[in-house]
T-cell receptor, first 117, second 112 residues
């Protein structure tokens, strides 16, 4: 299992440009999440999805859009990048049913480092 | 929303020392995880521990859900233990889908 993968690993954008970050998981998890991490801080939730075709806003959703067309993929889009969106973006997935017990451990991808000039 | 406070914010120890990291949270939780973020930025799952005690090698964790705190113990520290340790929680009632709220982390430096 590759677990949670993210592409690209690094990206530099100019203000106003758009881009899409791709997250893929091969653990058959129902839930997927996008977080951002700014220097010296913990992660903050941007958007999340509880299943294919569903999305919901997290703590800091402004300036981002998401889509979950397939269960294993969760896309994060920036329509018009701003310098305030310079950050490291992490994707995560969770939810499993093991022995009749629900387990919500979140597994994280390696992150995408985005710089907006 | 739920508040997560970690202490201490910074910790510098000599190799071989033991340490205790604390996480306080402001509401009932159905998920609590400890992570280690290594110097390359990778987030590594340490424990999924909404309650009780777990051990994995030199690391162990205890969550006292009724008193809303969790402790991470690191024994016989090694330089590879350096990095930032995050506590993250999800409040009860979220059904496992609300996402995690992270503390600001404890920055641990182990000196040889």
């Amino acid at each position: 299992n590759a677990g949670v993968t993210q592409t690209p690993k690094f990206r530099v954008l100019k203000t106003g440009q758009s881009m899409t970050l791709l997250c893929a998981q091969d653990m058959n998890h129902e839930y997927m999440y996008w977080y951002r991490q700014d220097p010296g801080m913990g992660l903050r939730l941007i958007h999340y999805s509880v299943g294919e075709g569903t999305t919901a806003k997290g703590e800091v959703p402004d300036g981002y859009n998401v889509s979950r067309l397939k269960k294993q993929n969760f896309l994060l889009g920036l329509e018009s990048a701003a310098p305030s969106q310079t950050s490291v973006y992490f994707c995560a997935s969770s939810y499993s049913l093991a022995g009749g017990k629900e387990v919500y451990t979140q597994y994280f991808g390696p992150g995408t480092r985005l710089t907006v000039l | 929303g739920i508040q997560v406070e970690q202490s201490p914010p910074d910790l510098i120890l000599q190799e071989g020392a033991n340490s205790t990291l604390r996480c306080n949270f402001s509401d009932s939780v159905n998920n609590l995880q400890w992570f280690h973020q290594n110097p390359w930025g990778q987030l590594i799952n340490l424990f999924y521990i909404p309650s009780g005690t777990k051990q994995n090698g030199r690391l162990s964790a205890t969550t006292v859900a009724t008193e809303r705190y969790s402790l991470l113990y690191i024994s016989s520290s090694q330089t590879t233990d350096s990095g930032v340790y995050f506590c993250a929680v999800e409040r009860s009632g979220g059904g496992g889908a609300d996402g995690l709220t992270f503390g600001k982390g404890t920055h641990l430096i182990i000196q040889p």
